[in-house]
């Protein structure tokens, strides 16, 4: 399901896009799943149908989705693009981190720990 925060500084476009990569990558939509259209999900979503269609735009340039005309849109065979649209601020954030002076041990354990977290949460634990 795609959820997106209005009040956040990341472009709802991008949003989009995250998620749809998110799903993809959990697995929730596989190859050649047919996604809803750029209509009915600014209707859902309460947005603009012209946010949707760029954020599609977006997916297909990098071909994570493809478009099949008077049908829709439809999940590509994802190569690393998908892994790379989703890691792509985490990366940069690392740059920067390194380049302030945080050491790369410091980083990965904040990578465990975080994931650590993820994985109670999802355990129910929390």
Known sequence: ???????????IYEQICKSICSEI???IL?????????????K????????IAKAYAALER???IYSVAGRG?????????????????FKQ???????AGVDADTLIEIVRQQAKCLEEKNNGEI
């Open 1 to 11: 399901m795609i959820t997106i925060d209005v009040t956040g500084r990341v472009p």
């Open 25 to 27: 990558s959990k697995g």
């Open 30 to 42: 596989k190859e050649n799943d047919k996604i809803p259209s750029a209509r009915a999900l600014a």
């Open 44 to 51: 859902e979503l309460g947005i603009n149908p012209n946010t």
């Open 62 to 64: 990098d071909g994570i």
């Open 73 to 89: 849109c439809f999940v590509a065979e994802h190569g690393g693009m998908v892994g790379e649209r989703l890691t792509y601020d």
């Open 93 to 99: 954030k690392t740059i920067e981190a390194l380049e």
